[in-house]
């Protein structure tokens, strides 16, 4: 049997940073009609080695050779590498925000008729595109009016409709949908049959096992391993991730949730632009002492706005009824919500959790400020203690208190979030998918941090997309669809197939 040629061959690449190995003598064969997914932690070289193949780091800024279809490529930039056919999908999205859908998809590449853009041509090529990825959108529209996960799969589009022989995706379901990831796999799976290399990166190891043909492994700037996907179960990646042996992801079941904590009724959330329309639709429900409840939805479907309403946090127009302990509370903004030791960890945590100028001790120690001062003055020796506490308890990898938060790998960020409530003595944590966008080992550890602090009494509402781990983490299920309540199940006995039936189709009735 003849040799299969690998589309891409990467030799020895290794890439520094003042300090720093990125990546260290890694060496791969990626091959045509393949998807090859690499996976690792936070720091581990994923993005640095696809940044070296997409030509963001320039040749001759790292060691190492790269041959594409036996020719040996020193890209000086990006334009360099799209012109042979290697075309990245970073985490952060390169579209210009004034120009219209069809604009950016068409970017560099706009059809001409007479020395002048042809615009009907261009609309009409980008409706196609647009009808194809099953998106609700005008391809007039400007960018900077859509949602990020329609951007999302605009930037795929793009590079989807460009001559690719090799297509690098960098997280990128991190902002999309469960249907929306649907379209992204059947996409990818398109361009696996047209014989194109797919080289896939995610901290979701469900998706990873999912779309894969091959997987490889990244620690520490080192290739650690690969092996075709029959091969690598999520025992064995992790391990290797981490490297040593590994107990399971999820903390078992075995919490006794308590009397009601927060009882929240009729949230109603009208649209500012359109008064008629209501985001958040008569949601109800209570959360018990020591429980993890789950609220589980598509984009769009009502979560997080829901949890900016309890804490005071929403914008606009809303109706709401709670009680804490059984008494009434009129909780006008986050501040307030805080004195009633509710805690927030919210979706976005660049922009609205970490303050990133900020030291990890003054992010972890910033909503706690009061307890932590005698008659105004800081008790400095309290608020150390209370610190080292933190980083203690939650693992946060960090050389020390005062070392910078933007200098941090994201899960650890995320921790300092998650022990800013928890050296605020919050009773009550509402955390907007807490693991979003971080490794599997920070998730594995925030996942049994959730445990613990529900075994210590604490009541925790978790949103999330990420259906898995709801089954993995929660006492219940809460069910969201176009801002209702669909249903409330429990966690031990519910059905995977049901829950996605009721958040994208509604209840078996309907």
Not at 29 to 51: P, Q, R
Not at 246 to 257: G, K, Q, W
Not at 407 to 418: D, E, F, I, R, T
Request: glycine content about 8%.
């Amino acid at each position: 049997m003849e040799k299969r040629k690998a589309v891409l061959s990467i030799r020895g690449l290794t890439k520094e940073f003042p300090g720093v190995k990125a990546v260290s003598e890694a060496s791969l064969e990626i091959y045509g009609g393949e998807i090859h997914s690499i996976v690792g932690g936070n720091g581990a070289g994923k993005s640095t080695l696809m940044k070296m193949l997409a030509g963001v780091y320039a040749h001759h800024t790292f060691a190492g050779e790269i041959e594409l279809l036996g020719e040996i490529c020193e890209f000086k930039n990006i334009l360099e590498a799209q012109h042979k056919g290697i075309i990245m999908i970073p985490q952060d999205l390169n579209m210009l925000e004034e120009l219209s859908v069809a604009e950016n998809l068409f970017m560099n590449k706009y059809p001409i008729h007479r020395g002048w853009i042809d615009y009907h041509k261009m609309y009409g090529e980008s409706q196609k595109i647009i009808d194809d990825f099953g998106l609700s959108l005008e391809p007039q529209t400007k960018v900077k009016e859509i949602g990020i996960a329609q951007k999302q799969l605009l930037v795929i589009a793009r590079a989807m409709y460009n001559e690719v022989k090799v297509l690098l995706l960098d997280e990128p379901t991190a902002t999309l949908s469960d249907k929306e990831c649907k379209i992204l796999f059947t996409k990818i799976r398109e361009l696996r049959s047209r014989g194109i290399a797919c080289v896939y990166i995610s901290h979701r190891l469900e998706e990873v096992k999912e779309i894969s043909d091959m997987i490889t492994v990244m620690r520490d700037g080192y290739i650690v391993g690969t092996a075709g996907n029959a091969d690598m179960d999520e025992k064995r990646i992790v391990s290797l991730m981490v490297g040593r042996n590994v107990d399971e992801v999820y903390p078992a079941h075995n919490r006794t949730p308590g009397e009601v904590v927060l009882s929240v009724k009729n949230i109603t959330i009208r649209d500012q632009k359109v008064p008629d329309k209501k985001i958040v639709d008569n949601v109800s429900f209570d959360l018990h002492k020591g429980e993890i409840l789950s609220m589980y939805g598509l984009v769009g479907a009502g979560r997080s706005e829901t949890a900016l309403a309890i804490i005071g946090g929403f914008k606009g127009e809303v109706t709401c009824q709670q009680e804490i302990k059984s008494k009434p509370v009129f909780i006008t903004s986050p501040g307030k919500a805080n004195k009633y030791k509710i805690g927030y960890l919210p979706e976005d945590r660049k922009k609205q959790g970490v303050v990133d100028i900020a030291s990890v001790g003054r992010n972890i120690t910033m909503s706690s400020l009061d307890h932590l001062s005698n008659y105004s003055v800081l008790d400095q020796d309290k608020e150390r203690d209370t610190v080292e506490d933190v980083i203690r308890r939650l693992s946060i990898k960090t050389p020390s208190s005062e070392t910078l938060v933007r200098n941090m790998s994201g899960g650890n960020a995320q921790k300092c979030v998650l022990g800013r409530w928890i050296a605020a003595e919050s009773e009550i944590l509402i955390l907007d998918e807490a693991t979003q966008g971080i490794d599997v080992e920070s998730k594995t550890q925030i996942y049994y941090i959730m445990d613990e602090l529900a075994k210590r009494g604490k009541s925790i509402l978790f949103i999330s997309s990420d259906l898995s781990e709801v089954m993995g983490i929660s006492d219940r299920i809460l069910t969201m669809r176009h801002g209702k309540v669909v249903n409330i199940t429990d966690g031990k006995s519910a059905d995977r197939d049901q829950i996605l039936w009721e958040a994208t189709v509604g209840t078996r009735e309907d």
